[in-house]
Nanobody
């Protein structure tokens, strides 16, 4: 069992920045950030895969504005959010999971989830 603890959410004006952190209780290869706005379905923000040369990857809605990084020594995944827009307002969740069995590839399903941290962007 891996526990994930997010932090760093808050309220910011449009155009501002926030950095979210997700500390994992154990090392795990595949991690991601998701978000869910009120009344909407959860969507992926970006994914991190330790063994992937193309990692991290981002959804089109945040590409160029958000940056995912990881500090392996601290088992912590970060999400730097810049040029924030009101439509970025959502609960942000960290997720993690092992790679697909028998491979080093990360799948689209994540076994472990954090409690979420709220991000509110005012225009």
């Amino acid at each position: 069992q891996v526990q994930l603890v997010e932090s760093g959410g808050g309220s910011v004006q449009a155009g501002g920045s926030l950095r979210l952190s997700c500390r994992a209780s154990a090392y795990i290869n595949c991690m991601a950030w998701f978000r869910q706005a009120a009344g909407k379905e959860r969507e992926v923000v970006g994914r991190y895969a330790y063994y992937s040369s193309s990692s991290p990857d981002y959804s089109d809605s945040v590409k160029g504005r958000f940056t995912i990084s990881r500090d392996n020594a601290k088992s912590t995944l970060y999400l730097l959010m810049e040029s924030l827009k009101s439509e970025d307002t959502a609960m942000y969740y960290c997720a993690a999971g092992p790679p697909v069995p028998g491979s080093s590839v990360c799948g689209s399903d994540y076994e472990f989830w954090g409690q979420g941290t709220q991000v509110t962007v005012s225009s």
